[in-house]
């Protein structure tokens, strides 16, 4: 119980992105400044994403990726807005690869070193948005990042969300013990086993003093 509420504000359930063909749009179930991930791979074509709103909201989304001290992959996104009448669609912005506004950070709860992209922000009114990833060959693994709010989840959501990454990255179980949500416990359960060890001893030894 405590350790659903330790972590339960910053919940990281992570869903992978599945296409059964190119340009397939997927749609986000939540509300847009609710945070969502998605793990995604690119097969030679971008992938879409799909946000609708019925009020004003700040689109924010955010790339990561993995490397494995390989170098970069040039993500890059484009956000469009789904014209209300007539068809067609009208660009948001852009967010293009600079490796410079890239920043990499162990991240304690993979256990894992994440190169992050700078943040899209962009306000936005009521419509259906969409938001593009790619890069100039179009492959490379990600995880994108939508909203900034809390999202519902808790512990043991978190630490599924964790092994489905570790999972797509190609790591094994054992990896989930360089998560900070599996050693932290570890360490409160050894040290609570050491403590009630050591009471054990100690009283045994004044009962037999006495």
């Known amino acids: 119980m405590l350790l659903g509420a330790a972590f339960s504000a910053q919940a990281f359930s ?39 709103s019925e009020e004003d909201f700040a689109l924010r989304v955010n790339i990561s990726q993995y490397t ?20 067609g669609v009208t660009e948001v ?17 993979l256990g894992m070193t994440m190169w992050s992209s700078a943040d899209f922000v ?16 179009n492959q490379g693994k990600y995880l994108i990042s939508f909203g900034s709010g809390d999202s519902a989840g808790g512990y043991f959501a978190s630490l599924a969300g964790v092994r489905t990454t570790h999972q797509f990255y190609g790591y094994s179980i054992i990896k989930m013990l360089a998560s900070s949500l ?3 416990p570890l360490g409160i359960l ?15 030894i004044t009962k037999n003093v006495d």
């Open 122 to 137: 962009q306000a936005v009114g009521p419509g259906t948005y969409r938001i593009e990833i790619s890069t100039p060959e």
């Open 182 to 184: 599996v050693y932290y």
């Open 68 to 87: 494995g001290g390989d170098e970069l992959t040039p993500f890059s996104l484009i956000a469009i807005r789904k014209n209300d009448r007539g068809g």
């Open 93 to 109: 912005g852009r967010l293009r690869f600079n490796a410079d506004s890239w920043t990499s950070q162990r991240d304690s709860v």
């Open 14 to 52: 992570p869903v992978v992105t599945e296409i059964t063909q190119p340009y397939e749009i997927i749609t986000l179930d939540n509300e847009p400044e609710i945070q969502q991930q998605y793990l995604g791979d690119l097969q030679n074509y971008p992938v879409m994403y799909e946000i609708t």
């Open 190 to 204: 050894l040290l609570l086993f050491i403590m009630h060890r050591t009471w054990k001893y100690r009283a045994l």
